[in-house]
């Protein structure tokens, strides 16, 4: 069974930064993408960004363009850099590994989930 840990969540004022990371049970996500998505109150879970197994191929949802950046290491770790944080960012952050090396922007191409970290964020 492999386990997604997401970690560094937090409550932070407007314009602050924090630092998501997500930790395999397994080192299997070395040759997969990995992604983030986010589920705020009462919303579906949206894409928040992606990056392939070669970290190549970046890709960002509209809204967080310029101020988010995903990253991994060779380990299969990945991590989400969060700055400028605004209070609709608030979310539940959950960690995905890819079912193979492109990165999507679609659940449908993630096969594992962590089970999330809570970010809030106040005006």
């Known amino acids: 069974q492999v386990q997604l840990v997401e970690s560094g969540g937090g409550l932070v004022q407007a314009g602050a930064s924090l630092r998501l990371s997500c930790v395999a049970s397994?080192?299997?996500?070395?040759?997969?993408?990995m992604g983030w998505f986010r589920q705020a109150p009462g919303k579906e879970r949206e894409f928040v960004a992606s990056?392939?197994?070669?970290?190549?191929?970046k890709t960002y949802t509209d809204s967080v363009k310029g101020r988010f950046t995903i990253s991994r290491d060779s380990a299969g770790s990945v991590f989400l850099q969060m700055n400028d944080l605004r209070p609709d960012d608030t979310a539940v952050y959950y960690c995905?590994?890819?079912?193979?090396?492109?990165?999507?922007?679609?659940?449908?191409?993630?096969?594992?989930w962590g089970q999330g970290t809570q970010v809030t964020v106040s005006s």
């Open positions: 995905a590994g890819g079912r193979g090396s492109y990165a999507s922007q679609q659940e449908s191409s993630y096969q594992y």
């Open positions: 990056i392939s197994w070669k970290s190549d191929r």
């Open positions: 397994r080192r299997i996500f070395s040759n997969n993408a």
